[in-house]
């Protein structure tokens, strides 16, 4: 199963159309917030995709959770933007909420900043963003042989 892992759009919804169409054989996309109008305007385009997606700190007014969990392939995985989290100081306490639930993948946005890692026994990443210069993307692969996350540049 592949998974499409987006955040912080920012009304760059056109790099969000890019993202999705350059993974034809994602099937789930997860928006991580700051951007709620951007994955609504699109998820219809795409009807055989599964869209998740939780509000951000830059979401005013929504009506989105604020996080999330999903099972793939066996694999819990635990979504959220990360503001209420402060992963702008430390990741520590988003992975701590992630292992609480029993999750294998522990996804946040936020920071803007790509990353990809695995932190005891957890598998971490932070898609960038694809809103503004050098946007960014996540993919993950989940399969028999093990579970791969890999950050990719939207070319501009």
């Known amino acids: ?17 890019r993202a999705i169409m350059a993974q034809p054989s994602a ?13 609504s305007r699109l998820r219809h385009s795409f009807p055989e995709k599964t869209f998740l997606q939780v509000g951000g700190n830059c979401d005013w007014g929504s009506s989105l959770p604020s996080q999330g969990e999903y099972d793939a392939e066996g694999v819990k995985i635990f979504y959220t933007h990360g503001h209420l989290y402060a992963v702008k100081t430390t990741d520590e306490k988003v992975i701590s909420a992630g292992r609480d639930r029993g999750a ?11 990353r990809e890692d695995y932190v005891d026994g957890i598998y971490v990443m932070n898609p960038g963003r694809l809103g503004g ?3 960014s993307y996540g993919v993950i692969d989940i399969t028999e042989q093990g579970i791969v996350l890999n950050l990719i540049k939207l070319p501009v």
Not at 27 to 37: K, S
Not at 104 to 114: N, Q
Request: glycine share 10%; proline share 5%; no cysteine.
């Open 1 to 17: 199963m592949r998974i499409l892992v987006t955040s912080d759009t920012h009304g760059d919804w056109d790099n969000l159309r």
């Open 27 to 39: 099937q789930v996309a997860i928006h991580l917030g700051d951007g709620e109008e951007d994955m």
């Open 133 to 135: 210069w050098e946007p």
């Open 104 to 114: 294998k993948i522990v996804l946040y946005g936020h920071t803007h900043i790509p």
